[in-house]
């Protein structure tokens, strides 16, 4: 535990040490409140919630946290500094996570500067407060998700371009698979693969947490889905490790 | 004198290619073996091995008697390992680095302070600790790659082309830092500079093609060449068809 934690601070340091935190957290709210007061149409609902705010959220973390991703591992290994950090007595699995912890603890960061929504929303109306937080558990559980994919995809290569865009290209997939043109379309051509699409989107089940309901099956399906791509990202780590 | 490194058949092939072919040496507490070889002979391979971060083909190390593929965090805690170019995260202070690497090491507190001030006194960086790694000179990142390699005092280093990118003096202080230190400690050295194998190692081993060509002390060495010179005798066994090449065979 100590050596993640280790690994996550440091990490945390070189994002406040370089422009990456600023740019993002100001870009991904500029981008959020464009979304949710223009495009949502916040105003035009007349309904004292953040459902528009949270529905662009997946498309938003989509873009933006493979950006965060992307230089986790691509960038150790183009540095070399893979080879000093790996041969400290850490293992990689502590490598792993600390690395994820700090990405996650910058991007729940993030949406807790989301606070002027609800503080909005609370002047004006009088909203489920309840569904508000369900909402923001899903959104950092969302995130999570997608930063184990993204450093996952880091993992591969040394290019951060190749690893950005393998990062969204990955997530978008389990990104889409809760629309209904997608899985319309799946179930007339796969029907097995539309089953196992609706099982695995991370979207679907985020969007259940923004209607309120925060279930356990949805929380074990987060931390599975979390736990498998940190499980992959290590074998990816220690398998490139060798060449 | 007890071995602190042994290596026993370690061979890492990368496909069909051959980068270390079964080598098999140990090096003893008060030892600076000065390991040589041209580009691409497998030293750096063979020490990224010894350090963990490659997983041998077939073979293994122990570093105080651990397996580096069975134990390996027990091997890398007795271990200081400069990788190759020094590398270092571009913007971390000096002071800031040396502290994280001190933590991951178990070093807290007052300890930890202390640590991270002996490695910097040691390596002249109190000057530039709270510099940013990446407004340093070349032969300062270089110390500081050394600094955590020194940090926890281990019993075994191994430093790949430690005075690589130096100018003069750096190099003569480093010689002199690996020279005190060598009595207490097995070192590994990877070297191109040859007079630096007279200057600081007890024994040279020069591979070529992933193999031990030859393995002495550096007198022994150069006088396998009639000239004397320990850059012939190199030049002779790992590129055996120059003009040296013969005259080693005529002094042998």
Known sequence: MRGILLVAKRELGSYVATPVAAVFIVIFLVIQGLLTFNLGGFFGRNQADLVAFFNFIPWVFLLLVPAITMRLWAEERRLGTIEMLLTLPLTQAQAVLGKFLAAWVFCIAALLLTFPFVITVNYLGSPDNGAILAGYVGAALLAGSFLAIGSAMSALTRNQVIAFVLGVAVCFLFAVTSYPVVTAFLSSAVPELAVLARRVSVVARFQGFVRGVISLRALVFFASFIGFWLYLNTIFVKARQTD | ?252
């Open chain 2, 1 to 252: 004198m007890t071995a602190l490194v042994e290596i026993e058949g370690l061979t890492k092939r990368f496909g069909s290619f051959t980068a270390v072919d079964r080598l098999s040496f140990t090096v003893a507490r008060g030892e600076v073996l000065g390991f040589l070889g041209p580009n691409g002979a497998g030293k750096s391979t063979t020490m990224r091995m010894l350090a963990g971060f490659m997983e041998p083909t077939e073979g293994t190390a122990r570093i105080m008697g651990h397996d580096v593929r069975r134990d390996g965090l027990a091997a890398r805690r007795e271990l200081g390992f400069l990788p190759e170019g020094a590398p270092t995260y571009p913007e971390m202070t000096v002071s800031g680095f040396l502290s994280f690497a001190a933590a991951v090491r178990g070093y807290s507190g007052r300890e930890r302070a202390v640590r991270v001030s002996a490695a910097m006194d040691l390596t002249g960086l109190e000057g530039v600790r709270l510099q940013p790694v990446e407004t340093l000179s070349k032969g300062f990142k270089r110390r500081v790659g050394l600094a955590q390699a020194l940090l926890h005092n281990p019993p075994v280093l191994i430093l790949d082309e430690p005075t690589d990118g130096l100018d003069p003096n750096q190099k003569h202080e480093v010689r002199i830092l690996i020279s005190r230190m060598a009595p207490h400690k097995a070192i590994i050295v990877s070297t191109h500079i040859l007079e630096e194998v007279d200057a600081v190692c007890t024994r040279a081993i020069i591979i070529a093609a992933g193999r031990i060509v030859a393995d002495a002390t550096p007198a022994a060495l150069a006088k396998m060449h009639p000239s004397g010179k320990l850059d012939e005798v190199f030049r002779a066994l790992t590129h055996p068809t120059s003009t040296s090449a013969a005259a080693t065979r005529a002094a042998a």
